[in-house]
C-alpha cells in the first residue's frame, strides 16, 4: 500500500492512513510506502535552489518551520506520549541534518544533481517516521526503513534514477521477507533508493508509485493499491472537469499511456515492474474507503468499448524544434540530435517530424530547456553544422486522448483538431503512436484547459 502526498497531509490523515493499515493488516500482509507530507517535496527543492544563493537565514527559518510542521502532525497522528516523544527525537534529528546539508550548499554556492537527491530525500525521511509512530500506536508491530535500507539499488541517474531490478528484488526479499512472516508491518519511504555507492537516489518525481511497484515485484505481492485524494483515474483530471467520470478497469497499457503523458495520477515508469509480473494494481481513496477505485489488469473484464477513454493535459513541457537543411538527406542526422540529449540525461517525451527532413520537433521537461538548447548548440550547431537553428516554445502543454478503441477508428483525429479549430485553439505539433492509444498535441498553456474541457464534453466522457 503507497499512501501519496494528500494521503498523508496531516496529523489527522496519518491517523487515518494507520486505521487503514489496520484494518487490512487483519486479512492480508501490508507492506506500506509513504510519500512526503503534501508540498514538502516542492519546497525542498525550492530552498535548495535558494541556499545556492548563499541564504543562511532563510535555510533557517525554513528548517524551524519543517520541523515545526511535522511536530505538529506528530500530535494529532500519534496518541501514546512516549511514542511521540520518540517520533520527535527521530524528526530533529533528521531536520538538524537537514539543517547541515542546506547550510553546506549555501556555503559552497553549488547544487549538484546529487546534492539535490540528498535534499529532496528528506521529505519522505521524514515521513516515514510519523506513519510508522501511527501504526505503532494501534499496537501493531511495524519497523521504519529507507529505499536504501530496504536494498532499492539504483544506476546513478540522479533525479530520474532506475532500480537494478535483480540486485534489488534479492536485496529487498532478503530484507523484508522474514519480517513480513513474523507479522511485521514495514513502512518504506517512497521515491528514494541509493546507487551501488550507497549514495542516495531518487526515481523521478511523484517517484512513490514506483517504489511501491518495485516492492510489489520484489515480494511477489498480491496486489498494489495506491492510495490518494482521488477516487481512481478519471477520464481527465476532475481538478479541470468536476464532472469527470471514474474508470473502474484499465489495462496496464491504458494506464501507462495515461501516466507517462503525466495525468499525475501516477509516475510514469510506474507500471512497468508490475505489468511484467502479471501484478494487478489499485488506485483508490484514501478519503472515501466504500469506493472501489480504478483496477489495472493485463485485460480488464469490464470495458466500457468507448472510443475515447479519457483525455489528459501534461503541464511542465517545452517544445524544442532543431531545423537544418543540413539534415535533409543525411542518414543519422536525428541520431546525433537525440544521442546528444540522451548523452546529457534528457528525456523525449514526444517527436514530431516533418517529410521534408528539415524540422525536427521535440517535447521536453521544462527544466531541461537550457541543457537541452545548450548542449545541442555546442555540439550540433557550431561543430558539426548540421542545425542551422534551434528554437524553443516554452508555454505550451501537452494533450493526450486515449483509449484502447481508438485503434483503427477512421476521422478521430480530424474530429478531435476540429474540436480545436472550433475554439480558435492554435495546434503546434502533433504525434500519434503506431499503438493507436494515443493522440498527442501540443498547445499554448493559456489554451490547455479550454480545449480539455472541449474534448471531455464532445466525447461525453462524463456519461457512461
Ligand atoms: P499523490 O500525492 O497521492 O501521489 P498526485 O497529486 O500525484 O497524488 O496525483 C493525484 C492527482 O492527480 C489528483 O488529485 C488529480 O488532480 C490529478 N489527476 C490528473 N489527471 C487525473 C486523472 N485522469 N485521474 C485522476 N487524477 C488525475
Ligand atoms: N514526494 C515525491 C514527489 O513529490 C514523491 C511522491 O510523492 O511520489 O515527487
Ligand atoms: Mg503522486
Same mark, same amino acid.
Given at each position: 500500500?503507497?499512501?501519496?502526498?494528500?494521503?498523508?497531509?496531516?496529523?489527522?490523515?496519518?491517523?487515518?492512513?494507520?486505521? #487503514?493499515?489496520?484494518?487490512?493488516?487483519?486479512?492480508?500482509?501490508?507492506?506500506?510506502?509513504?510519500?512526503?507530507?503534501?508540498?514538502?517535496?516542492?519546497?525542498?527543492?525550492?530552498?535548495?535552489?535558494?541556499?545556492?544563493?548563499?541564504?543562511?537565514?532563510?535555510?533557517?527559518?525554513?528548517?524551524?518551520?519543517?520541523?515545526?510542521?511535522?511536530?505538529?502532525?506528530?500530535?494529532?497522528?500519534?496518541?501514546?506520549?512516549?511514542?511521540?516523544?520518540?517520533?520527535?527525537?527521530?524528526?530533529?534529528?533528521?531536520?538538524?541534518?537537514?539543517?547541515?546539508?542546506?547550510?553546506?550548499?549555501?556555503?559552497?554556492?553549488?547544487?549538484?544533481?546529487?546534492?539535490?537527491?540528498?535534499?529532496?530525500?528528506?521529505?519522505?525521511?521524514?515521513?516515514?517516521?510519523?506513519?510508522?509512530?501511527?501504526?505503532?500506536?494501534? @499496537?501493531?508491530?511495524?519497523?521504519?526503513?529507507?529505499?536504501?535500507?530496504?536494498?532499492?539499488?539504483?544506476?546513478?541517474?540522479?533525479?530520474?534514477?532506475?532500480?537494478?531490478?535483480?540486485?534489488?528484488?534479492?536485496?529487498?526479499?532478503?530484507?523484508?521477507?522474514?519480517?513480513?512472516?513474523?507479522?511485521?508491518?514495514?513502512?518504506?519511504?517512497?521515491? #528514494?533508493?541509493?546507487?551501488?555507492?550507497?549514495?542516495?537516489?531518487?526515481?523521478?518525481?511523484?517517484?512513490?508509485?514506483?517504489?511501491?511497484?518495485?516492492?510489489?515485484?520484489? /515480494?511477489?505481492?498480491?496486489?498494489?493499491?495506491?492510495?490518494?485524494?482521488?477516487?481512481?483515474?478519471?477520464?481527465?483530471?476532475?481538478?479541470?472537469?468536476?464532472?469527470?467520470?471514474?474508470?473502474?478497469?484499465?489495462?496496464?497499457?491504458?494506464?501507462?499511456?495515461?501516466?507517462?503523458?503525466?495525468?499525475?495520477?501516477?509516475?510514469?515508469?510506474?507500471?512497468?515492474?508490475?505489468?511484467?509480473? @502479471?501484478?494487478?494494481?489499485?488506485?483508490?481513496?484514501?478519503?472515501?474507503?466504500?469506493?472501489?477505485?480504478?483496477?489495472?489488469?493485463?485485460?480488464?473484464?469490464?470495458?466500457?468499448?468507448?472510443?475515447?477513454?479519457?483525455?489528459?493535459?501534461?503541464?511542465?513541457?517545452?517544445?524544442?524544434?532543431? @531545423?537544418?537543411?543540413?539534415?535533409?538527406?543525411?542518414?543519422?542526422?536525428?541520431?546525433?540530435?537525440?544521442?546528444?540529449?540522451?548523452?546529457?540525461?534528457? @528525456?523525449?517525451?514526444?517527436?514530431?517530424?516533418?517529410?521534408?527532413?528539415?524540422?525536427?520537433?521535440?517535447?521536453?521537461?521544462?527544466?531541461?530547456?537550457?541543457?537541452? #538548447?545548450?548542449?545541442?548548440?555546442?555540439?550540433?550547431?557550431?561543430?558539426?553544422?548540421?542545425?542551422?537553428?534551434?528554437?524553443?516554445?516554452?508555454?505550451?502543454?501537452?494533450?493526450?486522448?486515449?483509449?484502447?478503441?481508438?485503434?483503427?477508428?477512421?476521422? /478521430?483525429?480530424?474530429?478531435?483538431?476540429?474540436?480545436?479549430?472550433?475554439?480558435?485553439?492554435?495546434?503546434?505539433?502533433?504525434?500519434?503512436?503506431?499503438?493507436?492509444?494515443?493522440?498527442?498535441?501540443?498547445?499554448?498553456?493559456?489554451?490547455?484547459?479550454?480545449?480539455?474541457?472541449?474534448?471531455?464534453?464532445?466525447?461525453?466522457?462524463?456519461?457512461?
Amino acid at each position: 500500500m503507497k499512501f501519496g502526498g494528500t494521503s498523508v497531509g496531516t496529523g489527522e490523515n496519518i491517523r487515518q492512513v494507520s486505521g #487503514i493499515v489496520s484494518q487490512y493488516s487483519k486479512e492480508y500482509r501490508v507492506t506500506v510506502v509513504v510519500s512526503a507530507l503534501a508540498g514538502v517535496t516542492n519546497k525542498l527543492l525550492e530552498v535548495a535552489c535558494q541556499a545556492k544563493k548563499g541564504d543562511e537565514k532563510l535555510v533557517k527559518n525554513f528548517t524551524g518551520e519543517l520541523l515545526q510542521k511535522h511536530k505538529e502532525a506528530v500530535v494529532s497522528a500519534i496518541v501514546s506520549d512516549p511514542l511521540q516523544k520518540e517520533v520527535n527525537q527521530i524528526i530533529e534529528k533528521i531536520v538538524a541534518e537537514l539543517e547541515k546539508v542546506l547550510t553546506g550548499i549555501c556555503y559552497v554556492g553549488e547544487l549538484t544533481a546529487k546534492s539535490k537527491d540528498y535534499v529532496v530525500s528528506f521529505g519522505e525521511r521524514l515521513s516515514a517516521p510519523i506513519v510508522w509512530g501511527a501504526i505503532q500506536d494501534r @499496537n501493531l508491530e511495524t519497523q521504519c526503513f529507507t529505499g536504501k535500507e530496504v536494498g532499492i539499488v539504483t544506476d546513478s541517474n540522479f533525479g530520474e534514477a532506475d532500480p537494478l531490478m535483480n540486485f534489488t528484488m534479492h536485496l529487498v526479499h532478503e530484507k523484508l521477507c522474514p519480517l513480513l512472516e513474523k507479522g511485521v508491518i514495514p513502512v518504506v519511504t517512497g521515491f #528514494i533508493a541509493a546507487n551501488q555507492d550507497g549514495v542516495v537516489t531518487t526515481v523521478g518525481r511523484g517517484g512513490s508509485d514506483y517504489t511501491a511497484t518495485i516492492l510489489g515485484v520484489a /515480494l511477489k505481492a498480491d496486489e498494489v493499491w495506491i492510495w490518494t485524494d482521488v477516487d481512481g483515474i478519471m477520464t481527465t483530471d476532475p481538478k479541470i472537469v468536476s464532472t469527470a467520470k471514474l474508470l473502474p478497469q484499465l489495462s496496464y497499457q491504458e494506464a501507462a499511456e495515461m501516466a507517462i503523458f503525466g495525468a499525475k495520477a501516477m509516475h510514469p515508469r510506474a507500471l512497468g515492474p508490475v505489468s511484467k509480473e @502479471n501484478i494487478p494494481v489499485r488506485i483508490r481513496n484514501s478519503f472515501h474507503q466504500e469506493n472501489q477505485g480504478t483496477l489495472i489488469t493485463k485485460e480488464p473484464v469490464a470495458d466500457t468499448k468507448k472510443i475515447v477513454k479519457a483525455v489528459a493535459i501534461i503541464k511542465d513541457v517545452a517544445m524544442l524544434n532543431v @531545423n537544418g537543411a543540413a539534415m535533409v538527406g543525411a542518414p543519422g542526422s536525428y541520431a546525433k540530435v537525440f544521442e546528444v540529449l540522451g548523452r546529457n540525461n534528457i @528525456n523525449v517525451m514526444m517527436i514530431s517530424t516533418a517529410a521534408s527532413e528539415a524540422n525536427i520537433s521535440m517535447i521536453i521537461k521544462r527544466g531541461m530547456l537550457s541543457r537541452a #538548447i545548450s548542449n545541442l548548440e555546442i555540439a550540433l550547431l557550431e561543430k558539426e553544422g548540421l542545425v542551422n537553428e534551434i528554437t524553443a516554445e516554452d508555454d505550451v502543454v501537452v494533450i493526450a486522448v486515449m483509449g484502447a478503441h481508438m485503434k483503427g477508428t477512421l476521422g /478521430l483525429a480530424s474530429k478531435i483538431f476540429d474540436i480545436a479549430a472550433k475554439k480558435g485553439i492554435n495546434i503546434r505539433m502533433i504525434a500519434q503512436s503506431s499503438s493507436e492509444l494515443n493522440i498527442s498535441f501540443v498547445v499554448k498553456e493559456k489554451d490547455g484547459t479550454e480545449v480539455v474541457r472541449a474534448i471531455h464534453e464532445e466525447f461525453s466522457l462524463s456519461k457512461a
